[in-house]
């Protein structure tokens, strides 16, 4: 996972990205597997911002159907399939239960848009809508009185930090430089080549050159454009905050559920890490890509009460063990409301006559990040030694069949009897294939360092998945941060010597 700063021109890279969140490192993945030299920015942890803050769905994205967002539904749903194929360690098929609420959508109407959600993208692998009598189904058992008829259909689930990682991880071994924590501090055209300045926390600056640049920048693309690149080209971006609350586990089957409100939104509530359910999210403008998202006293109220209007029992605040939020940076369309902004990815190429080309990536979402990247490389009109290529190879750990992970886990039980089952599954969700690669076969993996991570994964995510903090470990890499208690953190920042 070296890298090489350009001395002079005889040596740029084909492709440069500013932006390490999935849509920058789906880009770097594919280009490096085309044979293109590829340089990938990253000011701060790989899949640090919207990348780790999402929903984690792999979903064609049912409300857009209400938008009339055929295109980006058949698109989603179509890359749903590719991506559980490539990636089925940490993608997994989820089925949703959406309760039928009286007052609102009429129950035929649910029943056309899940008629066409099953149809658009061509589905094979994942099974198909049924309806369900929620009085004599457990799964209405959690659910309010009233609430009789229910449709049950098919997404999928995404680790989605560790979805980035696998994908920078791939391009690394493809020939990839990935450059965590060196922040672009100036890029300016000479000619048919970018000039970039980059730096890391307490380095030295560092000169890169590249024939083509790719701000992917996320929330920030506004800021490379204007501030690093200095682009005329204005930034529609409308930043959308958010937000999701997680509470103790709320029931014991394995279904998602997704609840209409009467302000026209939705919002889910999932099973999470196995002791856990995730309900979320909200929608709210935010104005400074700079400021922390974080959620609002307003949003936990929303989301409580939007939650507590269909479960039995209701959702306390006082519960909540643990939030989150993110910002989806989305191409402003000129939507009224933020939850009626575009989820489509737009793609901005400023070529001119003689001169290295730009590309700004706006919008798009985590289901359709390898179709963006796709289109970003025919945009860019390089000289590749092969065409797309990323639906057929799978990603780091990803080389078994989707419906293989029962014998894939056997297995590693088999080899690693000394880890206990709860182990041995987190580890083959993470890190798929390549669990063998951190524990030697009988090895005592010793004392943990907290929950259930030991000193053996901690090496592998420093030595192969760029982990250089606990926040990397506990929240990005892995959700164990919602198991490490005071001591253990303190344990964990000693080791990696903080």
Not at 402 to 425: I, T
Request: some cysteine; hydrophobic content about 40%; glycine content about 10%.
């Amino acid at each position: 996972m070296s890298w090489r700063a350009s001395s002079s021109p005889a040596e740029p890279f084909d492709v440069a990205v500013i932006g390490g969140g999935i849509n920058g490192a789906g880009i770097a993945r594919d280009a490096a597997g085309r044979g293109l030299s590829v340089l990938l920015f990253e000011k701060d942890d790989l899949g640090g911002g919207t990348s780790a803050n999402s929903t984690k769905l792999i979903h064609g994205g049912l409300r857009y159907l209400e938008y009339y967002e055929f295109r980006l539904v058949r698109e989603a749903l179509i890359e749903r399939e590719i991506l559980l194929g490539i990636a089925p360690h940490i993608i997994w098929p989820l089925r949703f239960v959406l309760p039928h609420h009286p007052g609102l959508r009429p129950a035929w109407l649910l029943r056309l848009g899940l008629f066409l959600y099953d149809h658009l993208g061509g589905r094979k692998a994942l099974p198909a809508t049924r309806r369900i009598d929620l009085t004599r189904s457990p799964l209405g058992a959690p659910l309010s009185p009233g609430r009789a008829i229910g449709f049950e259909y098919s997404d999928c689930w995404v680790e989605d930090s560790r979805l980035v990682l696998l994908n920078a991880k791939d391009a690394a071994e493809r020939g990839a430089s990935i450059l965590p924590r060196m922040a672009v501090t100036s890029a300016r055209r000479e000619g048919a080549l970018w000039h970039i300045t980059a730096e890391a926390p307490h380095g030295q600056p560092a000169a890169f050159l590249a024939r083509t640049l790719v701000n992917a920048a996320g929330p920030f693309v506004g800021e490379v454009q204007d501030g690093v690149i200095g682009s005329n080209q204005p930034a529609r971006l409308r930043l959308v905050k958010g937000s999701h609350i997680v509470l103790p586990r709320l029931y014991d089957h394995d279904r998602a559920y997704i609840f209409q409100n009467a302000d026209g939104r939705i919002i889910f509530a999932i099973p999470y890490e196995r002791d856990f359910t995730l309900i979320g999210t909200t929608d709210e403008d935010h104005a400074d890509p700079h400021e922390t998202p974080r959620i609002s006293d307003a949003e936990i109220t929303y989301l409580c009460a939007a939650a507590s209007s269909y479960f039995r029992v209701p959702i306390r605040r006082e519960d909540i063990v643990w939030t989150y939020s993110g910002l989806r940076p989305l191409y402003d369309d000129g939507a009224s409301k933020a939850q009626e902004a575009t989820r489509d990815y737009v793609l901005k190429l400023e070529a001119p006559e003689g001169a290295a080309p730009l590309l700004s990536v706006f919008g798009g979402k985590i289901t359709t990040y390898r179709k963006l990247a796709e289109a970003a490389l025919a945009e860019l009109r390089l000289r590749t030694e092969k065409a797309g290529w990323t639906a057929r190879a799978p990603l780091p750990g990803g080389d078994f069949a989707p419906e293989g992970f029962a014998a894939l886990l056997a297995d590693f039980q088999r080899d690693f009897p000394n880890l206990s089952p709860d182990l041995s599954r987190r580890l083959l969700r993470a890190y798929g294939t390549r669990a063998w690669r951190i524990f030697t076969p009988g090895q005592d993996p010793g004392p943990p360092i907290g929950a259930d991570l030991h000193a053996a994964e901690l090496e592998y995510l420093r030595r192969e998945e760029w982990a250089a903090t606990p926040e990397d470990v506990l929240w990005r890499r892995s959700k164990l941060g919602l198991r490490f208690d005071a001591a253990a953190q303190a344990r964990l920042a000693r080791l990696m010597g903080g």
